[in-house]
């Protein structure tokens, strides 16, 4: 979204590019806020519509599920697209291509662990963001109308995986969950009516993090009475209950998997490019994939060495954001016929929200090294991140007049989405 909007308006305004955004879902939502959406405490009003923003910024938007790539004839091939109700809303297709650019993003990893697919839900498109937001409510108002079949003293929810998705996502559904107490769903008043646990495999929380912030964020959990198990491996998921590495089982109404990332697997069962880590697409300095020049990957989708760190890049959104900066210079290169240049990352911190007013994290510059943030500071600058991300794609005016508008429209509409 960061990158088209570039591209759009120094090139296809300009007439010297025709560009062309291909999506399976009709509008963007930033991924870090996922959590938020899954909660109920961002609504629809936070989403980007793909057409109307095409329309405002000169390009194209075409409806349709990535299947792979003619790159001999510079065709991408597209899967049908379905409603809710089955319907056929996008044929399968083909669009044709000069240059492209793949980011896709990823999905969760399951590890190969039996019943993950039938039995957890997931976090890792606005769709799932919205069903696990929809399963969450009814199971709490079941709860509350005695219509569930266990105790309905209590409802259990599982978290797999403590990153940063894991980690914000536990914060929010605390914090959601007392909010809904205090909107007529009377049960979750009581102490202890919602346990959250969250599940992690590693011996400490976010490990890409400094050691100092993950135990400042155990800290938190535990505060906001997140009961954590580290060290810890999921061996096998039934419904609703967990089999762990030590022999004991964990019951869930809910269970929720985010442990570790992989590259979406339409990407590389479907194009016949060299595969790095995690199954993304491998990519040189110029983030061109090895074996075909006029193809690029960025994101999640990209397996990008980084010469500093000897490892490749993290899969984390200022990755992907400093590449959409990237890309656009690249490829007006590339189209003026100049030189290409080498992607230069620089990493600037990482931040965990941890709540509406709370977040840890640490900063990285030259001027100030490492400086780790905690609380009010630390959540401001967690929202500046989403103010930039917007302003990328919005421009500056339209973002500032978004965030005064969501601030003042906190005043008149409830906390929580409650349908």
Same mark, same amino acid.
């Given at each position: 979204?960061?990158?088209?909007?570039?591209?759009?308006?120094?090139?296809?305004?300009?007439?010297?590019?025709?560009?062309?955004?291909?999506?399976?879902?009709?509008?963007?939502? /930033?991924?870090?806020?996922?959590?938020?959406?899954?909660?109920?405490?961002?609504?629809?009003?936070?989403?980007?519509?793909?057409?109307?923003?095409?329309?405002?910024?000169?390009?194209? +938007?075409?409806?349709?599920? %990535?299947?792979?790539?003619?790159?001999?004839?510079?065709?991408?091939?597209?899967?049908?697209?379905?409603?809710?109700?089955?319907?056929? *809303?996008?044929?399968?297709?083909?669009?044709?291509?000069?240059?492209?650019?793949?980011?896709?993003?990823?999905?969760?990893?399951?590890?190969?662990?039996?019943?993950?697919?039938?039995?957890?839900? %997931?976090?890792?498109?606005?769709?799932?963001?919205?069903?696990?937001?929809?399963?969450?409510?009814?199971?709490?108002?079941?709860?509350?109308?005695?219509?569930?079949?266990?105790?309905?003293?209590?409802?259990?929810?599982?978290?797999?995986?403590?990153?940063?998705?894991?980690?914000?996502?536990?914060?929010?559904?605390?914090?959601?969950?007392?909010?809904?107490?205090?909107?007529?769903?009377?049960?979750?008043?009581?102490?202890?009516?919602?346990?959250?646990?969250?599940?992690?495999?590693?011996?400490?929380?976010?490990?890409?993090?400094?050691?100092?912030?993950?135990?400042?964020?155990?800290?938190?959990?535990?505060?906001?009475?997140?009961?954590?198990?580290?060290?810890?491996?999921?061996?096998?998921?039934?419904?609703?209950?967990?089999?762990?590495?030590?022999?004991?089982?964990?019951?869930?109404?809910?269970?929720? /998997?985010?442990?570790?990332?992989?590259?979406?697997?339409? *990407? #590389?069962?479907?194009?016949?490019?060299?595969?790095?880590?995690?199954?993304?697409?491998?990519?040189?300095?110029?983030?061109?994939?090895?074996?075909?020049?006029?193809?690029?990957?960025?994101?999640?989708?990209?397996?990008?060495?980084?010469?500093?760190?000897?490892?490749? *890049?993290?899969?984390?959104?200022?990755?992907?954001?400093?590449?959409?900066? %990237?890309?656009?210079?690249?490829?007006?290169?590339?189209?003026?016929?100049?030189? *290409?240049?080498? +992607?230069?990352?620089?990493?600037?911190?990482?931040?965990?929200?941890?709540?509406?007013?709370?977040?840890?994290?640490?900063?990285?510059?030259? #001027?100030?090294?490492?400086?780790?943030?905690?609380? /009010?500071? #630390?959540?401001?600058?967690?929202?500046?991140?989403?103010?930039?991300?917007?302003?990328?794609?919005?421009?500056?005016?339209? #973002?500032?007049?978004?965030? %005064?508008?969501?601030?003042?429209?906190?005043?008149?509409?409830?906390?929580?989405?409650?349908?």
């Amino acid at each position: 979204m960061n990158l088209v909007t570039r591209l759009s308006r120094s090139l296809g305004q300009k007439g010297r590019a025709d560009i062309t955004l291909v999506d399976e879902n009709l509008s963007h939502i /930033w991924k870090p806020s996922l959590h938020e959406f899954a909660a109920g405490t961002k609504g629809p009003e936070e989403e980007i519509s793909f057409l109307e923003h095409s329309n405002r910024n000169g390009y194209k +938007f075409r409806l349709g599920r %990535f299947a792979g790539v003619d790159y001999q004839e510079r065709w991408v091939m597209l899967d049908p697209v379905l409603s809710d109700e089955d319907v056929e *809303l996008s044929p399968a297709r083909a669009v044709p291509y000069d240059i492209l650019v793949l980011a896709i993003g990823s999905r969760s990893n399951d590890f190969g662990t039996s019943g993950v697919s039938e039995h957890c839900l %997931f976090l890792d498109t606005p769709t799932e963001a919205k069903r696990l937001q929809s399963a969450i409510l009814n199971l709490c108002l079941r709860m509350e109308t005695g219509a569930l079949d266990v105790d309905n003293d209590a409802i259990r929810l599982a978290i797999v995986g403590g990153g940063a998705t894991g980690v914000e996502l536990a914060a929010e559904l605390r914090e959601a969950t007392e909010q809904l107490g205090r909107n007529g769903i009377d049960k979750l008043r009581i102490p202890d009516s919602v346990g959250i646990t969250v599940i992690e495999g590693s011996e400490r929380l976010v490990g890409a993090l400094p050691e100092s912030i993950s135990e400042k964020v155990l800290h938190e959990l535990e505060t906001l009475n997140v009961d954590v198990l580290l060290g810890t491996r999921v061996t096998k998921v039934s419904e609703k209950t967990l089999k762990l590495g030590n022999g004991d089982s964990l019951d869930a109404e809910i269970i929720v /998997w985010a442990a570790g990332i992989q590259s979406n697997k339409a *990407l #590389a069962s479907a194009v016949d490019l060299e595969v790095g880590s995690l199954g993304r697409l491998l990519v040189g300095p110029t983030l061109q994939t090895t074996c075909e020049d006029r193809i690029f990957a960025m994101g999640d989708a990209a397996d990008c060495y980084w010469p500093e760190q000897e490892c490749s *890049l993290p899969p984390r959104a200022q990755v992907a954001s400093q590449q959409a900066a %990237f890309l656009e210079a690249q490829i007006k290169r590339m189209i003026s016929g100049r030189a *290409l240049t080498e +992607f230069k990352y620089t990493d600037h911190g990482s931040l965990v929200a941890l709540s509406s007013s709370s977040a840890i994290g640490s900063l990285m510059g030259r #001027a100030l090294g490492t400086m780790t943030l905690k609380g /009010w500071l #630390a959540h401001r600058a967690y929202k500046y991140l989403h103010y930039q991300h917007e302003a990328a794609v919005q421009g500056h005016f339209r #973002a500032t007049v978004r965030t %005064f508008l969501s601030m003042a429209m906190r005043r008149v509409r409830p906390r929580l989405k409650l349908h």
